[in-house]
């Protein structure tokens, strides 16, 4: 079992950066799959990015692909979701999620009910 807990989140101007960070508890943590999500006001939650345990492997949507870079450094229990470039459409509130399912064998990192641990959220509200 983890527990997930995030930070870093706040207000941004647009064209701005934010670094969230998803520490974890358990000894185990490099062998789980973490993801970020976010989810915006009256909108489904979304997927965001995700890493492989190993940190080998990253997945980034579509939308935020050339803005957002997600990291993971074990020896921390830590991942991280670096934000740049920030438009008012990033507002929300920034989930991150674990699970010890392997992407490579089972893929759908970009489901929410994938993931079976969930952190309380973070928010960033980026103004324009």
């Known amino acids: 079992q983890v527990q997930l807990v995030e930070s870093g989140g706040g207000l941004v101007q647009a064209g701005g950066s934010l670094r969230l960070s998803c520490a974890a508890s358990g000894r185990t943590f490099f062998r789980y799959t973490v993801g970020w999500f976010r989810q915006a006001p009256g909108k489904e939650r979304e997927f965001v990015a995700a890493?492989?345990?190993?940190?080998?492997?990253?997945y980034t949507a579509p939308s935020v692909k050339d803005r957002f870079t997600i990291s993971r450094d074990n020896a921390k229990n830590t991942v991280y979701l670096q934000m740049n470039s920030l438009k008012p459409e990033d507002t929300a509130v920034y989930y991150c999620?674990?699970?010890?399912?392997?992407?490579?064998?089972?893929?759908?990192?970009?489901?929410?009910?994938?993931?079976?641990?969930w952190g309380q959220g973070t928010q960033v509200t980026v103004s324009s």
């Open positions: 999620a674990a699970d010890q399912k392997d992407p490579l064998s089972s893929g759908r990192y970009y489901y929410t009910g994938w993931y079976d641990y």
């Open positions: 890493v492989r345990g190993s940190g080998g492997i990253t």
